[in-house]
């Protein structure tokens, strides 16, 4: 699909992309609007949006300020993509697996379910052609996308019951995005997908029987332990979730080389500001969760081995597309590769030193 064909489909092409006023310029200087998957506020995530937008600001002394708006400000947060490629903002920042829809390679550039760590993807992103396909990816589309903010890997969320095997998910209704959520469709579950802000409302009013979200900090700032106590720890659908920061093909080669490696520079930044973000604050929030009367609990192994089953599943479902097969073999090349090394040094430095420690 190329991005003529692709406009013509969108919701946004056509009639509201003429109507759009011209980048703003003044006396050499440029606003850019930027729209996110976020509500305003949402921890750790908007940060991160918030993050990149500053940054490209005081990077270029004003000559090139980014406009933020929230999800709901100017479009929902999931016609963030549409509002792109079509031309209504300029760039957005945002969870890429939630355009599946558009092209389900979209996945991997935020995570799928038994896949990269965080530095596993960065690896794969920076070293063994992760950006290099990102960037094919979105040249379909009309966009320049690169990684702009790392939740770390994410709790397998929380329910309204303990989960003691695969048949428990049989119509359970559950939050749940991107490749996770289809794999976790294949066990029965009514899968939802709803736009951070609204997954409060949803789990309180039961809507949803659970949710994930991110991890103790963010999950912590949302408020979900005063709706339920049961909290899984350990997930299987994002092991290292990124986010992305996407510029609109034509307004991006319109910017000096110098302004376009900022937004590359800033996004990379605020990446690696993002992740150490998350993994600084989740420590503590898990101790207040668990003080203030929250279970926490890990899936068993009937229950991952359900997981494994169900994300193969989704992944063979996909391979026949050739691009996806591309996407998928180079991130499992470079996990299996990053692995073997990791396995063998941090991973295995950490549970000795917490062996010897106590």
Do not use: C
């Amino acid at each position: 699909m190329d991005r003529r064909s692709f406009l013509k489909k969108s919701a946004l092409g056509g009639a509201a992309a003429t109507t759009l006023a011209a980048p703003a310029y003044a006396q050499g200087k440029r606003t850019l609007t930027m729209v996110t998957t976020w509500g305003r506020g949402l921890a750790g995530v908007h940060d991160s949006a918030q993050r990149v937008a500053d940054s490209i600001t005081a990077m270029t002394d004003g000559d090139l300020t980014v406009d933020l708006k929230a999800a709901g400000e100017l479009v929902g947060a999931f016609e963030v993509f549409d509002a792109v490629t079509s031309g209504q903002a300029d760039m957005y920042h945002g969870a890429d697996y939630y355009f599946v829809g558009q092209h389900p390679g979209y996945a991997f550039f935020t995570a799928v379910p038994f896949g990269l760590t965080a530095q596993e993807q960065v690896n794969w992103y920076y070293h063994d052609g992760g950006m290099e396909l990102h960037d094919e990816l979105g040249q379909i589309f009309g966009l320049k996308s690169f990684l702009g903010g790392n939740t770390g890997a994410q709790a397998g969320g929380w329910f309204r019951k303990e989960i003691n095997g695969p048949d428990d998910f049989n119509g359970l209704k559950f939050r749940m995005p991107g490749l996770g959520g289809k794999a976790l469709g294949k066990l029965g579950a009514s899968v939802q997908n709803i736009p951070g802000g609204e997954v409060y409302q949803a789990l309180s009013s039961g809507a949803i029987d659970g949710t994930e979200w991110i991890g103790p900090w963010a999950d912590e700032k949302a408020g979900f332990q005063e709706i339920t106590k049961t909290y899984y720890t350990a997930g299987f659908h994002e092991p290292g979730a990124s986010l992305s920061v996407a510029t609109n093909r034509d307004v991006f080669e319109s910017l000096s080389p110098a302004h376009q490696k900022v937004i590359e520079i800033a996004s990379a930044e605020a990446h690696q500001w993002n992740l150490a973000q998350f993994l600084a604050n989740n420590g503590a929030a898990l101790q207040r969760l668990q003080s203030g009367g929250v279970k926490i609990l890990e899936f068993p192994d009937s229950v991952w081995d359900a997981f494994g089953k169900a994300s193969q599943e989704v992944h063979d479902e996909n391979l026949g597309d050739d691009l996806y097969k591309k996407i998928h073999d180079s991130a499992m090349a470079s996990m299996k590769s990053s692995s073997g090394w990791l396995g063998r040094s941090s991973a295995a430095y950490v549970a000795q030193r917490d062996r010897v420690l106590g």
